[in-house]
């Protein structure tokens, strides 16, 4: 016996958006327990030359989110280098100087994500 089920635009349409929001909770889910983004990182930085600092970043969800913050540290200081992974959880920069906290902190909140760690180690 076949039965054969028909589907309208705003049928699928709700059937996407349920998928798209048990994707978005999924993410929540497991994103909330992910030890490594909450973990502390220990520092090792003698406060001369080039810097390496180590942010965790809460909130990036995807490859965009990733873009957004780094590009946010690109704009604000000037950096060697800056890459950020939301499966990590970390945005990692190389500078020639040193960079405040508070700074740091700033330039990522205004990309809408939150800095709870940095540490700094020698370059």
């Not at 950096?79 to 945005?91: A, F, L, N, R, Y």
Request: with cysteine; net charge positive.
């Amino acid at each position: 016996m076949h039965t054969n089920i028909t589907l309208n635009t705003a049928d699928v349409i709700v059937i996407l958006l349920i998928l798209a929001l048990m994707t978005a909770g999924l993410r929540a889910v497991f994103g909330f327990f992910h030890p490594h983004k909450h973990e502390k990182i220990a520092s090792g930085y003698n406060g001369h030359g080039a810097v390496k600092l180590v942010l965790q970043v809460d909130g990036m969800m995807c490859g965009q989110c990733e873009a957004h913050v780094s590009d946010a540290i690109r704009k604000q200081f000037q950096v060697k280098k800056v890459k950020s992974s939301h499966t990590k959880g970390k945005t990692v920069i190389i500078s020639s100087h040193d960079i405040p906290d508070a700074s740091l902190k700033e330039a990522v909140a205004s990309a809408g994500y939150t800095v709870t760690d940095i540490a700094r180690f020698n370059a």
